[in-house]
């Protein structure tokens, strides 16, 4: 299986910064796109950011500009770093990472247990 583990969540005030990382584990053969969406309080789940194996990145509309999303494939690690954050970013933000277990296997989408982060105004 393939496990992704999210950190570096939690409360800051309105303009502040705040870098989150997720790091994949398990049986893993290549990792593939690796993103983050987000899912505020009554709302669906969006596209935050996406990062190709070769580094193309695709940002939702809503955090052009203010966030940037890398990632490190030797250490199957993706990062967020979120800058001039605003209340409604507000959010429990979800990695999640295409990966396949196998040179012949399928790639599948896991997604993390999510991470809550709080702007406050």
């Known amino acids: 299986q393939v496990q992704l583990v999210e950190s570096g969540g939690g409360l800051v005030q309105a303009g502040g910064s705040l870098r989150l990382s997720c790091a994949a584990s398990g049986s893993i053969f290549s990792i593939n796109d690796m993103g983050w969406y987000r899912q505020a309080s009554g709302k669906q789940r969006e596209l935050v950011a996406t990062v190709t194996s070769g580094g193309s990145t695709n940002y939702g509309d809503s955090v052009k500009g203010r966030f940037t999303i890398s990632r490190d494939n030797a250490k199957n690690t993706v990062y967020l770093q979120m800058n001039s954050l605003k209340p409604e970013d507000t959010a429990v933000y979800y990695c999640?990472?295409?990966?396949?277990?196998?040179?012949?296997?399928?790639?599948?989408?896991?997604w993390g247990q999510g991470t809550q982060v709080t702007v406050s105004s």
């Open positions: 999640n990472s295409f990966a396949k277990q196998s040179r012949s296997g399928s790639y599948f989408s896991y």
